[in-house]
C-alpha cells in the first residue's frame, strides 16, 4: 500500500538554527498538510497546500513556517530560527481527490523535533 | 470552550464490549475525520465523513450535521484496538482542520 514518508525520523537542534523536515506524499496525491504535536497535547493544523501554493494556514504558521514543494515529489516544512516552543511531533499528511468529502487523509510517521 | 469536544477523555472496557466514543463541534465543517492513534504516535485515517453513515470491519462512524454530532462505535472491542481516537473538524475547501482531544480506549483482555 502507497505510504507517505518523512525524514528524519527524529531531529534535535539547537534554539534559533533553521530545520527542514521532509516528506514524499502519495505519489498522486493532490493535497498536502503539515500538523504538530506538541507531548501531551492534540494535533493541530499548520498548513494545508494545493497546486503549489497554500490553501490555508494557520495562527501557529507565522513568518518562521515555509513549505515548499521543490521538484514534484518532496514537500517540505522549513522553520527558520528554531524556539524551545517548536519541539513537537512533526506530521505530513496528503489526499488525492478533487472531491475531499470523501478522502481520507493518508498520514507520515512523524519527525520528533526537539529544540535545545 | 474547544471547538471540537470529544467525550468520553478515557475509556476502559473488557474485550468484547461496544465501545462508542462522541464528538461534537462548534466549527462550520465541510466533513469529519476520525482517526487513530497509536502508542508509538503513528495516526491512521478510519473514516471521513460528510454525512450519514460509514462501516468498516467492526468500526462504525456516524454524523448528525443539523445537531453538529458525531459517533464512532466499535463492535465485538478487542485489545489490539486500544489507542487513542481523534475527531477533526474539516474545512473541505482549505482543508483546514481543529482537532479534539482525543479519547484514550483501553481494552483488556
Known amino acids: 500500500e502507497p505510504e507517505v514518508t518523512q525524514t528524519p525520523s527524529h531531529q534535535v537542534t539547537q534554539m534559533g538554527q533553521e530545520v527542514i523536515l521532509r516528506c514524499v506524499p502519495i505519489s498522486n496525491h493532490l493535497y498536502f498538510y503539515w500538523y504538530r504535536q506538541i507531548l501531551g497535547q492534540k494535533v493541530e493544523f499548520l498548513v494545508s497546500f494545493y497546486n503549489n501554493e497554500i490553501s490555508e494556514k494557520s495562527e501557529i504558521f507565522d513568518d518562521q513556517f515555509s513549505v515548499e514543494r521543490p521538484d514534484g515529489s518532496n514537500f517540505t516544512l522549513k522553520i527558520r530560527s528554531t524556539k524551545l516552543e517548536d519541539s513537537a511531533m512533526y506530521f505530513c499528511?496528503?489526499?488525492?481527490?478533487?472531491?475531499?468529502?470523501?478522502?481520507?487523509?493518508?498520514f507520515g510517521s512523524g519527525t520528533q523535533l526537539s529544540v535545545l | 470552550k474547544n471547538e471540537v469536544e470529544q467525550s468520553p477523555q478515557n475509556l476502559t472496557a473488557q474485550e468484547g464490549e461496544f465501545i462508542t466514543i462522541n464528538c461534537s463541534y462548534s466549527v462550520g465543517i465541510s466533513a469529519l475525520h476520525w482517526l487513530q492513534q497509536h502508542p508509538g504516535g503513528g495516526i491512521v485515517s478510519l473514516f471521513m465523513l460528510s454525512s450519514g453513515k460509514k462501516k468498516h470491519g467492526r468500526l462504525i462512524a456516524t454524523i448528525n450535521i443539523q445537531e453538529k454530532h458525531s459517533s464512532l462505535h466499535i463492535t465485538a472491542s478487542h485489545p489490539r484496538d486500544s489507542a487513542v481516537y481523534i475527531c477533526?473538524?474539516?474545512?473541505?475547501?482549505?482543508?483546514?482542520?481543529?482537532f479534539g482531544d482525543g479519547t484514550t480506549l483501553t481494552v483488556k483482555p
Open positions: 477533526a473538524a474539516t474545512n473541505t475547501n482549505a482543508g483546514k482542520s481543529t
Open positions: 499528511a496528503s489526499s488525492g481527490l478533487l472531491d475531499r468529502t470523501n478522502e481520507k487523509l493518508f
